[in-house]
């Protein structure tokens, strides 16, 4: 089955970068059939959705990272990114790689996500 892995976390200044990778290993179809994700989850709040990219390349972000954060692949390294820039506490939280079959859809839902990494955490101070 798909098998998706994080890395990148760490403790960071506001106002500071971090870049996330997610190692994408088993996927049963070719990559571009796939809208991969990511995702964050505070304490004692929902997974929301931070941005996604498709098969064709097309990008979404939440309004809270917009300008701040992109996301982007390596298909030779078959690595999924997420540089962020621009860090403010309000963006601490696990990080999650996600990965759905089929085309990413123009709101981010986590229900629509079935293959998931296990997070990477992010504080930012």
């Known amino acids: 089955h798909v098998q998706l892995v994080e890395s990148g976390g760490g403790s960071v200044q506001a106002g500071g970068s971090l870049r996330l990778s997610c190692e994408v290993a088993?996927?049963?179809?070719?990559?571009?059939?796939?809208?991969m994700g990511w995702f964050h989850q505070a304490p004692g709040k929902e997974r929301e959705g931070v941005a996604t990219?498709?098969?064709?390349?097309?990008?979404t972000y939440a309004d809270s990272v917009k300008g701040r954060f992109t996301i982007s692949q390596d298909n030779v390294k078959n690595t999924l990114y997420l540089q962020m820039n621009s860090l403010k506490p309000e963006d601490s939280a696990m990080y999650y790689c996600?990965?759905?079959?089929?085309?990413?859809?123009?709101?981010?839902?986590?229900?629509?996500?079935?293959?998931w990494g296990q997070g990477t955490q992010v504080t930012v101070s």
């Open positions: 996600a990965a759905r079959f089929g085309g990413c859809r123009a709101d981010i839902s986590a229900a629509d996500f079935g293959y």
């Open positions: 088993r996927l049963t179809y070719e990559r571009f059939m796939y809208c």
């Open positions: 990219l498709s098969g064709d390349g097309s990008t």
